[in-house]
């Protein structure tokens, strides 16, 4: 069975003075054993987050990795600086690939690069409107698993299995649009499909927790993880506020105890 997972991700939103007193608020307000929580905030605000979360039992992570561990990338932050501070991070965020041009082939390298240096990455993937409105959302998502699994040396499954991938339609980012629960689980099916279609192997491309983001709440998380296909979810704007987060994850260790039941009896 799946783990359920809620991600934060508090994009270029908050500082070092006032990150560790939300980061605490927000872990008080969302106790759940059975639900994995992770908190991104920006690089500066690392540390504070890290040590309110300590014996919360919520995670920390990064919000973006350099694909090399060292060298002449002013402004850049390499894995090996994140080491004690995180031990999640997120690549291929659809704002890096639309400001920073980051394409899949970097993305994939930087996936790969999070899984030697022993972070989870939560590998972002997701089509434009445009895409969804020529019925070729589900091509496009194969087409970014397929060529991020080919530039990080990623067709063995093995390799990958801490890998975390969130679904998230360019169009529902930041917007208030939401995807459908059975768009999302479809496209969950598509981008376990296209890890097969890569050389993993049926169980290794099913045990791979599939997220949504696109404007998630505490009003709307609920049709998403009513999908068996959905594993929780990246929530951006509604991260920053506590009264969300708490809805989020309630409703998160609702879906994850109905799951376990389900599994003791089929
Ligand atoms: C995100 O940044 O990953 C995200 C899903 O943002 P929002 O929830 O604000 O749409």
Known sequence: MRTIIIAANWKMNTTPADAGALAAEIAAATEAPDVTRVICPPYVCLAPVRDALEGTGA?????NVHVLDGGAFTGEISAAMLRGLVTWCIVGHSE????????DDLVGRKVARCL???????????????DREAGR??????????????????????????????YEPVWA??????????????????????????????????????????????????????????????????SLKPAEMAGIVARAATAAQARREAVRQP
């Open 173 to 238: 980012i930041g917007t208030g649009r939401t995807a459908r629960g059975a768009d999302a689980s479809a496209m969950a099916d598509a981008i376990r499909g296209a890890l097969e279609a890569n050389g993993w192997t049926h169980e290794q491309a099913e045990a791979i927790p599939v997220l949504y983001g696109g404007s998630v709440t505490a009003a709307s998380i609920g049709e998403f993880l009513a999908e068996p296909a959905i594993d929780g979810a990246l929530v951006g704007g509604a």
């Open 96 to 103: 890096r690939r639309r400001d920073q041009c980051e394409t």
């Open 137 to 166: 959302a589900e091509e496009v998502v194969r087409e970014q698993v397929s060529r991020a699994l080919t530039a990080g040396g990623l067709a063995n499954g093995e390799l990958g299995k801490s890998i975390v991938i969130a």
């Open 59 to 63: 995670a920390v992570g990064a919000q």
């Open 116 to 130: 030697e240096s022993g972070l989870r990455p939560i590998w972002c993937v997701g089509e434009q409107l445009d």
